[in-house]
Nanobody, 124 residues
Framework: QVQLVESGGGSAQAGGSLRLSCAGS????????MGWFRQAPGKEREFVAA????????YYADSVSGRFTISRDNAKKTVYLQMNSLKPEDTAVYYC?????????????????WGQGTQVTVSS
């Protein structure tokens, strides 16, 4: 079992920044790919970013590339999402997730455990 708890969501003005955290417990955190997804009202859950187990590879959706940065601290069992230059279209519930097995990092169906989500609201 893996438990994930997100924090750091809230409200920001367009152009502002927020930093999300996701604290993990349970399995050996450092062995797995971690991802961030988001879901806006009426829309499907979409991929935001992912990071390999040793943080050697990072992947981003085109919509956030250059603005968001994913990182992890395996000693603290925590993954982060630094969000800069926020836009109103970034408004969504953000979820972190862990992928235990091989497979595409960008498909939410490939992830095995999820946090409860944290709301991010960006106003213009």
């Amino acid at each position: 079992q893996v438990q994930l708890v997100e924090s750091g969501g809230g409200s920001a003005q367009a152009g502002g920044s927020l930093r999300l955290s996701c604290a993990g417990s349970g399995r050996t955190f450092s062995d797995y790919v971690m991802g961030w997804f988001r879901q806006a009202p009426g829309k499907e859950r979409e991929f935001v970013a992912a990071i390999s187990s040793a943080a050697l590879r990072r992947y981003y959706a085109d919509s956030v590339s250059g603005r968001f940065t994913i990182s992890r601290d395996n000693a603290k069992k925590t993954v982060y999402l630094q969000m800069n230059s926020l836009k109103p279209e970034d408004t969504a519930v953000y979820y972190c997730a862990v992928k235990l097995y091989s497979g595409s990092y960008s498909f939410h169906s490939q992830y095995d455990y999820w946090g409860q989500g944290t709301q991010v609201t960006v106003s213009s």
